[in-house]
């Protein structure tokens, strides 16, 4: 994927239930109901398949959208620890 360099593939794949994925799967569920209403159709039982793509769809970009934020915030952590090795000096415990 474009939004995740080859070096996010070491990283354990996140849920595939998880907030990201059941919010915009959620928001694009309810982007096909309003297309309906706006269009004056049966809110609940007219374009089931556009219901089911645009759930799925948003469901799709809500788990890249988590990978992607678990990524930028393995490379912060990675970065962060990085930093407390080289200077040790900074980082005292009070013991000693």
């Known amino acids: 994927m474009v ?21 915009f799967g959620f928001s694009g ?3 096909a ?3 309906n209403a706006f269009n004056q159709r049966p809110v609940l039982r007219a374009g089931i ?6 759930a799925s ?21 990675r970065e962060l620890l990085e930093y407390i090795r080289h200077h040790p000096v900074d980082f005292h415990t009070g013991e000693g």
């Open 3 to 23: 939004l995740l360099p080859d070096e996010s593939r070491s990283l354990p794949p996140p849920p595939l239930l998880n907030k990201g994925t059941l919010w």
């Open 29 to 31: 569920w309810l982007a």
């Open 33 to 35: 109901l309003l297309d």
């Open 49 to 54: 398949h556009r219901q089911v793509l645009l």
């Open 57 to 77: 769809l948003g469901c799709f970009v809500g788990y890249q959208l988590v990978k992607r934020a678990e990524y930028v915030h393995a490379k912060v952590d």
